[in-house]
């Protein structure tokens, strides 16, 4: 992953990333990139967005890349998770710029595997942690229960 969450409002950065984006499609890699808005850049948040992809992806092979959507203002123990209705807009928004897979980055949790799993727009998820209050950290058992909640309501469900 070239992208570290935190640093999005910069077309320093993007054309930084671009740079490395391109090295890695030299070196055959597959490239996840990442991108998303803090909370001071809702507001704008497809011109954020749209800025960090043209910027970002310009002379990179879309075929080679998936796209995470990460939202920054909603990272971390005790953080908001983005509404189905958001993630799918942003989702959509992303897929009508470029034609790349795109994923929810913002962290595939117990309690919003599911819903993640019906937004039509989205390609998967990520899962960084497991636990994110208490004993924060990565536990393999919760992380078979995310996979199966994601699994069972994409393979049960209808996506909105």
Known sequence: ?????????????????????????????????CVGEDLYEMPRRQDVIGEQLSIGLEGVDPSNVIIGY???????????????????EVAAFIKRIVDAPVIYGGGLRSENAAMIASIASLDGG???????TGDIGFYPDEFCEIIETYMDAAEGGEKN
């Open 1 to 33: 992953m070239l992208f570290e969450a935190g640093v999005t409002d910069s077309s320093t950065v993007n054309r930084l990333l671009n740079r490395e984006m391109l090295c890695a499609q030299q070196a055959g890699l597959r490239i996840l990139y």
């Open 70 to 88: 990460e939202p920054v203002w909603s990272i971390g123990p005790n953080r908001p998770i983005p509404e189905a209705g958001d993630i799918a």
């Open 126 to 132: 990520l899962i960084a942690l497991t636990r994110f």
